[in-house]
């Protein structure tokens, strides 16, 4: 998955695959294969080559992430690409789709159909990658369907909810 990021104000590109247990990461020119653990909740054991890294990870609002390694925090505000996109061909008009920006888990889906909902009010909580991703509405209006069940698997780009 390919994402554009801003690393305490430096835009980047960031490309991750995981398979295996194994993470391929490139961070702007720098590439990275690393196995990855997570021993609790928000804490991440990087193990490349024979250096460990103990990553703490917690999200914030805006897909903005905090992030210790070692010494040294990060700010880091992630954009999906796709998700931009998506988001740049709809207008606020009509009726909107609320789309997966990556594949994952619907952990909590947060209104039901017919329920009123704010602009940028969460709709649905989809986990990637072991993070949470709160799927916002782009407008104020009212959910007219939720197409997805706490528990369920979804794709990159499946449409979760459509409000109007």
Do not use: C
């Amino acid at each position: 998955m390919k994402y554009d990021a801003e690393i305490d104000g430096r835009a980047v590109t960031v490309e991750l695959e995981q398979r295996d247990g194994r993470v391929s990461a490139k961070v702007g020119e720098r590439a990275y294969e690393v196995e990855v653990t997570r021993p609790e909740t928000g804490v991440y054991l990087l193990f490349h080559g024979d250096q460990i890294y103990e990553v703490r990870l917690w999200s914030e609002a805006n897909q903005t992430l905090r992030v210790n390694l070692r010494d040294r925090r990060f700010v880091i505000k992630v954009i999906d690409r796709r998700q931009r996109r998506l988001a740049a061909e709809q207008t606020s008009e009509g009726r909107q789709q609320l789309i997966a920006p990556m594949p994952g888990k619907v952990v909590r889906v947060l209104l039901e159909s017919g329920a009123e909902v704010a602009a940028g009010q969460g709709v649905v909580v989809v986990e990637a990658m072991k993070m949470q991703n709160e799927i916002k509405s782009p407008k104020a209006g009212r959910v007219l369907e939720v197409r997805v069940k706490q528990g369920a698997t979804v794709t990159a780009g499946q449409v979760l909810a459509v409000v109007e």
